[in-house]
């Protein structure tokens, strides 16, 4: 095993995917275009930049939403890549609507079980600790800035957690009916853009940015994204990027809120973990010990199990197999016409 393994043809890779997407939205969704949700991060980049060479950039609309806590960076990086993709951009501020839902004062209520001054002024995340610590326990901390800029952190209950959690999900949820909202209204699909590591580990909402029609990415290890986004031309300021949540008021990477390693050593420790990769020979080429490599492997069964129930379709009591007929069906079909799809 070696970091080369996750090396790509991002040609073939990118005419592999736009063959597909064609295939999947003009025949088997039987829509026009695509609407994709946009945080100026890598992956949605990389989506767009797909659905593009795949459909044209005039079947493309790229919607951000951002909310009171997003980072300014996020609109100005998407709104850069719709720009140099050139597809249609639209902005939702999603701000009302969470404040509508509760979501804010229902934040507030879970954080102040554990600091009863946060209010007005205060920022807060949550954070994991590193799986590299020996000792590690699987809890989650809070960690608050009050409106002097002091950091303050504590052990984050369950009950606090689940509450926290649960609140805060309505930032996905709400994105994900504004991005059908434009779906519906313009014949569209939903392009979703998890990559492998958050499909393989869920790392995403149920019916928030869980939810879409397709999904170009999801067998892409987060390294082979990036070689596909530089092959794409996305944007060096959305490449150079650290992967962020761009979730909670305070700033928060990835690593720190679930992956618990940067995204390069978390990929090859999947790719080993996928291709049954001894934790000694894995230790050799991410410079971390078997010990941590046995810890890592453990955490990514951990989350693979946690993650079963975000991947099962609405369970039925009874089948009903005169759909499930028609469904395989429109999944397997082909293009009879001999047509190009993307006209």
């Known amino acids: 095993m070696n970091p080369a393994d996750l090396h790509i043809d991002p040609e073939a890779i990118a005419e592999r995917i736009a063959g597909t997407l064609r295939k999947q939205i003009l025949i088997t969704l039987r829509h026009k275009g695509v609407v994709i949700p946009v945080s100026g991060g890598i992956d949605s980049s990389v989506c767009a930049a797909l659905c593009v060479h795949a459909l044209g950039k005039e079947h493309v609309l790229a919607v951000s939403m951002p909310d009171r806590d997003s980072s300014a960076a996020s609109r100005e990086l998407a709104q850069l890549l719709a720009v140099g993709l050139g597809i249609e951009f639209v902005v939702e501020d999603i701000t ?49 800035e009050d409106p002097g800029g002091r950091d303050l952190a504590a052990r984050l209950p369950l009950p606090a957690y689940l509450k926290l959690v649960a609140a805060t999900n309505f930032k996905q949820r709400m994105r994900t009916m504004l991005a059908y909202y434009y779906a519906d209204k313009m014949n569209y699909a939903v392009c979703g853009t998890p990559n492998r590591l958050e499909y393989d580990q869920g790392f995403f909402v149920k019916g928030g940015d869980g939810h879409a029609d397709v999904k170009p990415i999801a067998h892409l290890y987060k390294t082979q994204v990036y070689m596909l986004g530089r092959y794409l031309g996305v944007p060096d ?60 492997y453990e955490d990514i069964k951990a989350k693979r199990r946690h993650a079963v129930p975000l991947h099962l379709e609405p369970l039925l009591c009874e089948p009903v197999p005169e759909v499930e007929e028609m469904v395989s069906k429109a999944v397997t079909a082909k293009d009879s016409s001999g047509k190009d799809e993307k006209n």
């Open 96 to 144: 009302p609507i969470l404040e509508a839902a509760g979501c804010y004062r229902r934040q507030e209520e879970a954080i102040r079980t554990v600091f009863p001054d946060y209010g007005s002024g205060w920022k807060s995340k949550i954070v994991m600790p590193s799986i590299l610590e020996r000792d590690r326990l699987n809890i989650s901390r809070l960690v608050v």
């Open 237 to 296: 300021e959305i490449l150079s990027r650290l992967p962020t949540t761009d979730t909670f008021s305070l700033a928060q990477s990835q690593e720190e809120f679930y992956f618990s390693l940067p995204y390069e050593k978390m990929d090859l420790c999947l790719y080993a973990s996928n291709h049954n990769v001894p934790a000694a020979e894995a230790a050799e080429v991410t410079g971390l010990t078997a010990e941590q490599i046995d810890r890592v």
